[in-house]
């Protein structure tokens, strides 16, 4: 489904990603881990349009999209929820999904038909779907950028750390959902700091370094790598 080769981009005269190669298949859940400013947010930025590349190449489902706009990424069927959530604090919640619907050419009864299965997959959304997105839980939140994101009927459903900040009980919820998005058949790119959690629910996985990917594995070979211990998964890690 996604095809990335020898990527490289960051900001300005400032070279984040080197030469970045990885691919996705589709039904995948596949995790990018690594430090803070290892480049994970700038590779989902650059697979989504946000930041332009400098050299190599983006394939999404056999069409170059390196160089196109990002709304005409998510219009193919690419989505992104965003680090730090960024939902809009003043418009309510059904207002924020309905933004993520833009794509979806105004077509009422499709509109309709992705809201229920949104409210459906996050009933407390549904609950409160008349309540200022600010005044939201984290949690809550969280559960309102992927249910934006879902708006697009995305192909593929791309998460920037969607655990930051969470308690760790809600931290389980937001993992459980993302296991059950690809029980519904979603392509999940998934970013995440929580190696353990990430990698706990991935099919493979890729370790970014300082702009560089170092190690490509599956998931569970990645659990049980020495360096990868102790590098990601602390001290006291058990296999």
Do not use: W
Request: charged share 25%; proline share 3%.
């Amino acid at each position: 489904m996604l095809n990335v080769s020898n990527l490289e981009s960051g900001y300005g005269k400032l070279q984040v990603l080197k030469k970045i190669s990885m691919h996705i298949k589709p039904g995948e859940i596949v995790t990018i881990i690594g430090a803070n400013g290892a480049g994970k947010t700038t590779l989902l930025n650059t697979i989504s349009g946000l930041i332009k590349s400098t050299s190599g190449e983006i394939v999404f489902n056999d069409q170059n999209i390196g160089n196109l706009p990002a709304e005409k990424i998510v219009k193919l069927g690419c989505s992104l929820v965003p680090e730090g959530r960024q939902i809009f604090d003043t418009l309510t919640v059904k207002e924020n999904l309905m933004i993520g619907a833009y794509s979806l050419n105004r077509n009422k009864k499709i509109i309709n038909d992705e809201l229920n299965k949104i409210f459906e997959l996050f009933p407390i959304l549904h609950e409160r779907e008349n309540q200022l997105g600010g005044t939201l839980s984290g949690g809550e939140q969280q559960m309102l950028a992927i249910g934006r994101a879902l708006m697009a009927k995305p192909k593929l459903i791309m998460l920037d750390e969607p655990s930051m900040g969470l308690a760790p009980l809600i931290i389980k919820n937001i993992f459980d959902i993302i296991k059950e998005l690809k029980n519904q058949g979603n392509t999940i790119l998934l970013v995440e700091q929580n190696a353990k959690a990430a990698l706990g629910i991935a099919d493979r996985g890729y370790v970014l370094e300082t702009g560089q990917i170092v190690l490509e594995d599956t998931s569970k070979e990645l659990l049980n790598n020495d360096d990868v211990q102790k590098a990601y998964l602390g001290k006291d890690y058990k296999k």
